[in-house]
């Protein structure tokens, strides 16, 4: 059985812009699965795939088979599964987004712990 959570969001490095995505864990044994969650009119970057880097130096990346139809973004919610030890359940999340108000993407940092 898997829950559902929102991610503790330790902070935002993003030149005090609000980021466009979230971040959702799953906890289930004996994995963890992290989703980014576009805000609403954003698109997450499927050419520069997002990626969470532990603090040991693991970077797991974020992905899905379904994307638009010119294969820039993903069409829905990108996700990142592994079993990790419970020391190792926080990181930063790096992602290129293009906000809802903006033809172009940036790049955001999360620093995250689930």
Avoid at 69 to 84: H, K, M, N, W
């Amino acid at each position: 059985m898997r829950r559902s959570v929102t991610v503790l969001v330790l902070a935002v490095a993003a030149a005090c812009r609000s980021v466009p995505f979230r971040v959702e864990a799953e906890h289930g044994r004996p994995t963890s699965r992290l989703r980014l969650v576009a805000a609403p009119g954003a698109r997450i970057n499927a050419r520069l795939k997002p990626a969470l880097e532990l603090m040991d130096g693991t970077v797991l990346r974020f992905d899905s088979p379904h994307r638009t139809a010119d294969s820039a973004y993903f069409a829905d919610a990108p996700t990142t599964e592994r079993a990790l030890p419970e020391e190792a359940h926080r990181g930063v999340v790096r992602a290129s987004v293009c906000p809802s108000d903006e033809k172009i993407c940036r790049s955001y940092e999360l620093a995250v712990r689930w």
